[in-house]
């Protein structure tokens, strides 16, 4: 069955500190992976797609289908990026999301 | 504003009692659906339509149902309500669902069933 995974919980990190989110997936397809944020009090929203080929917000996210992995990065984490992740596998018309991570970003 | 408004924001209800939650999007998209949220689990899809008429399954779908009648709008429909239905419950809809088309979602409905 297709599905997303996200180990961390809740991920904490200092200001200007390298963040990477990590999720996997099981899909015997060809995937088309997304990452979505919900900060505070806004309403779930897309960050980047595996086909972005830009950084957005500072975000790059690589898909290796080897490893079936589509890890968010950013070299500099921001107070501003703290909010829900989530990872999301698109199949056929159907999505499915992991659990997300919380990431928290200390002053 | 572009965007999807969802009805009523927040609902407490008694298992059993037939309940309504709309959606409506104002972006003329093809593709909308709903999801329910519950900790730990993320967002697993519950039903989702393609176009007017056109609703099929996601992955939980027991104990709901959906109607598309219009483009513009897509209920969900709890029958019978049960208390495994509390869940915060988000709609979204989208162009298709290309990879170039994003999911655009309401601000989410909590539903607590007693």
């Known amino acids: 069955a297709q599905r997303v995974t996200q180990p961390e919980k809740l991920l904490s990190v200092f200001k200007g500190a390298p963040v990477e989110l990590k999720c996997n997936y099981s899909y015997s397809g060809s995937p088309e992976l997304f990452w979505y944020v919900q900060y505070s009090r806004q309403r779930l929203q897309l960050l980047l797609r595996h086909i972005s080929r830009e950084s957005i917000k500072g975000f790059t996210a690589d898909l290796n289908k080897g490893e079936t992995s589509f890890h968010l990065k950013k070299p500099f984490a921001q107070e501003e990026d703290s909010a829900m992740y989530y990872c999301a596998l698109r199949y056929g018309q159907n999505f499915v999301f992991g659990p997300g991570t919380r990431l928290s970003v200390l002053p | 504003e572009a965007q999807v408004t969802q009805n009523p924001r927040y609902l407490i209800t008694v298992t059993g009692k037939k309940l309504t939650v709309t959606c409506s999007q104002n972006?003329?998209?093809?593709?909308m659906s709903w999801y329910r949220q519950d900790p730990g689990l993320g967002l697993r899809q519950i039903y989702y339509?393609?176009?007017?008429?056109?609703?099929d399954k996601g992955d939980v779908p027991e104990g709901y149902k959906v109607s598309r009648k219009e483009k513009r709008n897509f209920p969900l429909i709890l029958e019978s309500p049960s208390p495994n239905q509390t869940s915060l419950y988000f709609c979204?809809?989208?162009?298709?669902?290309?990879?170039?088309?994003?999911?655009?979602f309401g601000p989410g409905t909590r539903l607590t069933v007693l």
């Open positions: 979204a809809s989208s162009l298709g669902t290309s990879i170039y088309n994003e999911q655009f």
């Open positions: 339509s393609m176009n007017v008429e056109v609703t």
């Open positions: 972006m003329n998209h093809e593709y």
